[in-house]
């Protein structure tokens, strides 16, 4: 579903970034992607949507590149950033009806979605009101309501749990496993471990710009670990899982 | 409380002209466009030099000397003034860290000072730039005393005041109102736009002398420009005449009255600082929204909806671009009302000012177009776009459909008043039409180019952008230029060959155009962060 082959992307005049990053996100997987700040997991998502350019390797999604294919790829996911900067000029329905337009989400199937996710999310009745009103949390909901009109079969999202309230973070999590068990995938980036332990199938540690573990959950966190405890030896200790 | 406002102060001060981001960014894209604005602007300033110097120069040869420096605090005051009715309500009252500032030990009085400073260390910059080469000059050729260069610098010091103050009262005012209402920021826009109006009509209304010059007038050239000053701008009068040696109960009584007013005015907006910025950034949510039919457009559609909803979310935006069309619709009311004819005899130039009108017309629609700066207006939501499936081009054409439709409504009516002040042939009417046509297209569209070559999206108010960005000062001009440099050949064509020069220049304009505007379309949004 998402493959990323020896990504390389590198800011100019500093040595963040990513160095030869490859994984793979099947079909059904809620993959976890942990690291410390600033260890490039933010960089690798916006790569993914198509945000930043990338100086080596390749990022495809369906098999469609992104290098080659932009629009096509976008079509097929949705993307939501860690710091929703979404337009405030704009009611909450008319940032809902815009992003609708531009994926061409027929105007019946645009209402139904919106009517189900912005119940879900308990934000229906402030559509209406300008976003410059809304409070991080549920900006954070708006932009998880707009990624997920379209019906894309993945989901890239950059610490989605920030900012929800309790019960619209159990919500997220049923919908991302939702959409795993539909056959789609999800692939998002999170510092609360007990979330990626508990919620995804596959993780990936990355550590200064490279990855250090990747793999299904099973296979990293066994005899009785913790992924915690994982990350610790791994992304802090600097040793290696093989 | 000392220690705390002057700690503000210099944190107002670290990254004035983006100074510090200059100094301490890595990113190498970013130190590039910096480098790149700091040029525009040393090119401007030397185009302001040599302007100023040679306007100088030319009143010394006129035996005018003496009216210097009256006109060049008069030229310096108007500029800041102009500048500062702008920024000034939203540099005050402005959203950016007044919520962590408000949390801090400091006092309101203390934001505000700050503020103030930062504004009047702006404004310092911009009448030293104003002053000095004319003050040069003068002191070049006309060789006074010490005391006047001394007199001088102390002017210099003491000219932004007086601006400063008028400017933020009549800021102070727009936001304030605009704070009581529902609809701030059109409230903010019409005010400003209103006010703007008001001096524009003023402004030509003053310039002109009844009944033309005469010879005996011309004698006493000086006296009369002097008190032309002296009626408009006072101070002007009383600063230039302590700086050439009339005394200096002038000096003493602008220092009087500027210190109280701008006291006075401090006292002021300190005491409803709070009150004013709690109303301007509270936001109303009514939270009753009901599901309704949704209606859905076309992604171009779409896009350009979104960019007209932004344009308008922004006052400072529509204030700054929409002058151009505005001014295009007065001229050409202003020839209807006073005819043509009058207009040729007025201005006494060797050629009809008729065939000049397409020209000029376009070069006052295409000042300061809104797609010089669309892309970098975009900030930090820019990752939207980025990250949704549509294409450089239709992004791009919503932005010029935005400007076109903009300016299409102005265009329209001033077309119709100048047809019928005119009374044009098919052909001229032809020409009438196409020319302007053909120069707000380019504008539009290099407008986008140069704004795709100083993108800068990382700004922290919308005024840098809309204002004193590299993309504004040279896409914002760049119609205008043209629209000079393609009217300068028909001075000297002979007759028979007019037609096919503007043919031409049609074509040449239509080409470049379409050749901009592939180029455009080609740009990766990617490499912009």
Request: proline share 3%; aromatic share 10%; charged share 15%.
């Amino acid at each position: 579903m998402l493959q990323i082959e020896h990504l390389t992307k590198h800011y100019k005049g500093s040595k963040k970034g990513v160095t030869d990053l490859s994984l793979y996100v099947a079909p059904g997987d809620l993959y976890a992607f942990i690291g410390h700040n600033g260890a490039g997991k933010t960089t690798t998502l916006k790569a993914v949507a198509g945000i930043h350019d990338f100086e080596a390797g390749e990022i495809k999604v369906h098999g469609i590149s992104m290098k080659e294919n932009p629009i096509a790829c976008k079509k097929s996911f949705a993307y939501i950033p860690d710091n929703p900067d979404l337009y405030e000029y704009l009611t909450g329905i008319q940032y809902l009806n815009f992003i609708a337009d531009i994926f061409e989400v027929s105007a019946q199937i645009r209402q139904e979605k919106i009517q189900t996710y912005a119940d879900a999310f308990e934000i229906t009745a402030s559509l209406g009101d300008l976003i410059s009103s809304y409070s991080h949390g549920m900006k954070q909901k708006l932009a998880i309501i707009s990624a997920l009109i379209h019906e894309p079969k993945l989901l890239i999202l950059d610490e989605p749990f920030v900012g929800l309230d309790p019960k619209a973070a159990v919500t997220l999590k049923t919908m991302m496993k939702e959409i795993c068990e539909k056959g789609g995938a999800v692939f998002f980036s999170t510092h609360v471990l007990e979330v990626a332990e508990k919620l995804c199938n596959k993780v990936a540690i990355i550590k200064e710009g490279s990855l250090v573990v990747s793999g299904d959950m099973k296979e990293v966190v066994k005899n009785g670990e913790s992924l915690e405890s994982i990350f610790m030896e791994v992304a802090v200790n600097g040793q290696t899982k093989e | 409380m000392v220690k705390q406002r002057n700690s503000l102060i210099r944190l107002e001060l670290t990254n004035i002209y983006g100074i510090n981001i200059f100094r301490y960014t890595k990113d190498k894209k970013a130190k590039n466009r910096y480098t790149m604005l700091g040029f525009v602007w040393l090119l401007l300033l030397c185009m302001l030099f040599f302007y100023v110097g040679g306007l100088s120069y030319g009143l010394i040869r006129l035996n005018m000397a003496d009216i210097i420096p009256a006109y060049l605090i008069m030229i310096a005051s108007l500029l800041l003034f102009a500048f500062g009715i702008f920024k000034a309500g939203s540099m005050i009252f402005s959203a950016k860290n007044y919520d962590s500032l408000s949390s801090l030990p400091i006092s309101q009085g203390s934001i505000v000072v700050s503020r103030f400073i930062r504004m009047y260390v702006e404004d310092l910059v911009l009448a030293l730039v104003v002053m000095f080469p004319g003050i040069a000059v003068y002191g070049f050729f006309i060789k006074p005393g010490f005391t006047a260069y001394l007199l001088s610098l102390l002017v210099i010091i003491v000219v932004p005041l007086l601006p400063l103050v008028a400017s933020t009262i009549i800021g102070a005012v727009i936001t304030g109102i605009s704070a009581r209402m529902r609809h701030k920021t059109m409230t903010q826009t019409i005010l400003t736009l209103g006010f703007i109006l008001i001096l524009l009509v003023g402004s030509f209304s003053m310039e002109q002398f009844e009944g033309g010059i005469s010879e005996e007038m011309l004698k006493n050239l000086a006296a009369m420009v002097k008190e032309l000053i002296g009626n408009s701008y006072p101070p002007a009068v009383w600063l230039g005449d302590a700086i050439i040696g009339n005394g200096m109960l002038g000096l003493l009584l602008y220092l009087v009255v500027s210190g109280s007013v701008f006291s006075g005015m401090l006292f002021f907006i300190t005491k409803y600082f709070h009150g004013i910025c709690s109303r301007l950034f509270e936001t109303s949510a009514k939270h009753n929204y009901k599901m309704q039919t949704l209606k859905g457009k076309s992604v171009l559609g779409t896009l350009y909806t979104r960019e007209l909803k932004r344009y308008f979310a922004s006052s400072i935006y529509v204030t700054n671009t929409i002058i151009g069309p505005i001014m295009g619709t007065l001229l050409s009311a202003a020839i209807l009302v006073v005819g043509i004819e009058k207009v040729q005899n007025s201005i006494q130039i060797p050629f009809a000012v008729k065939d000049f009108l397409p020209f000029v017309l376009a070069g006052v629609f295409t000042i300061m177009t809104t797609t010089c700066t669309s892309i970098s207006m975009e900030g930090k939501q820019f990752w939207i776009i980025k990250s949704l499936p549509v294409s450089t081009k239709a992004i791009l054409d919503s932005k010029i459909l935005m400007n076109l439709s903009l300016i299409a409504p102005f265009f329209l009516v001033s077309e119709i008043l100048l047809i019928i002040a005119t009374k044009p042939t098919l052909l001229d009417l032809l020409w009438l039409i196409l020319i302007p046509t053909a120069l707000i297209l380019f504008a539009c569209v290099i407008g986008i180019s140069v704004n795709l070559v100083f993108c800068n999206l990382n700004w922290e108010k919308e005024e840098y952008v809309v204002k004193q960005s590299a993309s504004s000062m040279l896409g914002g001009f760049a119609g205008m230029l043209l629209s000079i440099l393609v009217a300068l050949p028909f001075v000297f064509l002979p007759v028979d060959f007019i037609q096919y020069g503007r043919a031409i220049i049609c074509l040449l304009v239509f080409s470049v155009t379409a050749l901009l505007y592939y180029f455009n379309n080609r740009k990766q949004l990617q490499d912009y962060n």
